[in-house]
């Protein structure tokens, strides 16, 4: 079975703050990814990697970045945390075949709390 | 710009009927479609998915439709029962963006009555 671990499901942070996000899969993935999940705006995609030291941006990747330093680790950043940044945040990971429709496989979410 | 669009936010079906929730695109270029779970407080669970090459895709309870010219798909659930309630999204991909990147749909909330 596949395991995507998010190593935080609630985190408080203040204004202002550096905000680190993990996520560990046990697969050997090449693809990861950071969404955020907000009531009414379904799922958005915040930036993916292909490959360890590649990144690519999403649809909303303003106020944050990524880091992938090993194959099993994705880390999202964000710079200078806001209010606005309040959100459930997603990490997911799919092997890359070559083939189309890979399913991509969901950690159990963070909900982060900017105050 | 919403290239994946599910117009009903919640449904309610009785249990042991059949419930269907529907999703709509506008990219003529998405090759596959899937379809995700989820319960609170849990990440998306994998369910079924479908190439544009075909019209129906069969797992269980789960079948997902296709129709290519409506840009339209739907997921049907056969009999129903209270473990699926939960939220649905529907997901699509892109040969030319990549066939790793999906693009979600907002989601529909299902609610099965006892």
């Known amino acids: 079975d596949v395991k995507v671990t998010q190593s935080s499901r609630y985190l408080v942070k203040r204004t202002g703050e550096k905000v680190f996000l993990e996520c560990v899969q046990d697969?050997?993935?090449?693809?990861m990814f950071w969404y955020r999940q907000d009531p009414g705006l379904g799922l958005r995609l915040i930036y993916f990697s292909y490959d360890v030291k590649m990144k690519e941006k999403g649809d909303i990747p303003e106020g944050y970045s990524v880091s992938r330093e090993k194959k099993e680790r994705f880390s999202l950043i964000l710079e200078s945390a806001s209010t606005n940044q309040t959100s459930m945040y997603l990490c997911?990971?799919?092997?890359?075949?070559?083939?189309?429709?890979?399913?991509?496989?969901f950690g159990d979410g963070t909900r982060l709390s900017i105050l | 710009d919403q290239q994946v669009k599910q117009n009903s936010p919640s449904l309610s079906v009785q249990e042991g009927r059949i419930s269907i929730l529907n999703c709509d695109y506008t990219n003529s270029m998405f090759d596959y479609f899937l379809w995700y779970k989820k319960y609170p407080a849990e990440g998306p669970t994998f369910l079924i998915s479908i190439s544009s090459i075909k019209d129906k895709n069969e797992d269980g309870r789960f079948t997902v439709f296709l129709n290519k010219s409506a840009k339209h798909l739907s997921l049907h659930i056969v009999p129903s029962q209270p473990g699926d309630s939960a939220v649905y999204f529907c997901?699509?991909?892109?040969?030319?963006?990549?066939?790793?990147?999906?693009?979600f749909g907002t989601g529909t909330r299902l609610t099965i009555i006892p």
């Open positions: 997901a699509a991909s892109a040969a030319n963006f990549g066939n790793e990147k999906l693009t």
């Open positions: 997911a990971s799919s092997s890359s075949s070559g083939q189309g429709g890979q399913p991509q496989h």
């Open positions: 697969m050997d993935h090449e693809n």
